[in-house]
């Protein structure tokens, strides 16, 4: 069992700001990606029914259009654990980390640009408005170190911003695909706050020109930070003070399977629905308009 302890002055000496370097690293690539696809657009026109490059491959073959907007809703429950967790306060005992139980909910809206390349390479940027909430439970440890209090619950939001890309192929009924995103939000609210994560989704399923189904898998690496201060009574008979703290989270587990399916109205208009069950429950939903 791993025990994390921390006094004021370490704390003073390891905390740390938002990683605003990498948020803006992916927004910058972000907006890059959304230059890059309008761009083709322009430079590039193809045909309806082709990729922008390599249309020799899908010659008479049924193809999406080439260019996508979608409006995207996501919603995420998972558990997290404590990767690290610091205390500001000299004497405070060492919580067993390993003993709390944290769960995490995000609520997602985004817009997303996108682009078929290639007959195989679908590429994509997003971005949008998080709201989340971190809830960690001391009720296991609550009575061994005589805490007051039962639970700590952080709420944020924020922009988030993404990009990503799909590979893709099959056969005239069957596909498979494997979708690869990386996400960083630039989060606000009563706590400095970071939270990026990293997904894959390979995908399996059924197609025709109504739409699609199909199963798969999500694997995903999350990182959550928080640091600030929260007005705890952290002994009996005192009254509530400021205390200091920092706290890294990750996700508990890495994978999780998903099911989903498409509808087409026409060549130019779609709807996603997707949910994800098991160790993390999901559910996103994509209209998208192809053009």
Do not use: C
């Amino acid at each position: 069992m791993r025990r994390l302890r921390a006094t004021a002055s370490e704390l003073e000496s390891r905390a740390k700001l938002h990683e605003s370097g990498k948020g803006d690293a992916v927004r910058r690539i972000a907006v890059a990606a959304v230059v890059v696809v309008l761009a083709v657009a322009v430079a590039a026109p193809a045909a309806a029914g082709e990729p922008v490059w390599g249309k020799d491959l899908v010659a008479g073959k049924p193809f999406p259009l080439p260019f996508g907007v979608s409006a995207v809703y996501f919603s995420q429950e998972q558990e997290y654990v404590i990767d690290r967790l610091v205390i500001g306060v000299p004497g405070f005992p060492a919580i067993p980390a390993g003993q709390l139980a944290i769960e995490n909910e995000i609520d997602e809206v985004n817009g997303k640009l996108d682009a078929w390349l290639l007959p195989w390479l679908n590429v994509f940027a997003l971005a949008g408005q998080l709201d989340g909430t971190t809830e960690v439970d001391f009720s296991s440890v609550q009575v061994l170190l005589g805490l007051p209090f039962r639970s700590i619950e952080i709420d944020y939001d924020g922009e988030v911003y993404g990009v990503g890309a799909v590979f893709a192929g099959g056969s005239e009924r069957l596909f498979g695909s494997l979708t690869a995103i990386a996400t960083q939000t630039s989060l606000s609210g009563d706590f400095e706050s970071d939270a990026e994560a990293f997904v894959a989704m390979p995908r399996f399923g059924y197609y025709n020109r109504h739409g699609a189904v199909y199963v798969g898998a999500m694997y995903q690496q999350a990182e959550e930070s928080h640091a600030g201060t929260i007005a705890l009574a952290l002994f009996p008979g005192l009254p509530a003070f400021p205390v200091p703290f920092e706290v890294d989270l990750s996700q508990k587990d890495d994978w999780n399977w998903l099911a989903g399916g498409t509808l087409a109205f026409g060549e130019r208009w779609t709807l996603q629905v997707e949910g994800g069950f098991g160790d993390r429950e999901h559910v996103d939903v994509e209209i998208g308009f192809r053009f």
